[in-house]
């Protein structure tokens, strides 16, 4: 599957902190697989996400892209389960390095 990134500058409601943004034919095909979007982010743009995850779920994001939702979702999920399942995740760590 060939993604063509179009100039995101020309859209309305463009913002330079969006992860994603509407209208481009690529951050489309990424919002479709969210996933997929995570795992191609560089890591500032992993960062701005996980950060723009908690102002999302908090309602206080109005520059949010709908095309960035998909993954905002995620994260916050994710973000709100590390606390919980920590211990046993690191527990898995060791037993997969053998210690």
């Known amino acids: 599957m060939t993604m063509t990134h179009d100039a995101h500058e020309a859209y309305p409601r463009y913002s330079p902190e969006q992860v994603l943004k509407d209208g481009c034919g690529e951050c489309a095909q990424r919002s479709a697989q969210p996933a997929l979007a995570i795992s191609k982010m560089d890591p500032q743009t992993f960062v701005r996400a ?23 979702d995620i994260l916050w999920a994710v973000r709100n389960q590390l606390p919980l399942a920590w211990a046993y995740i690191s527990a898995e760590i060791d037993k997969e390095r053998g210690r």
């Open 50 to 72: 996980w950060a723009r995850s908690v102002k999302f779920a908090n309602d206080e994001l109005p520059d949010v892209a709908a095309a960035e939702v998909p993954v905002l």
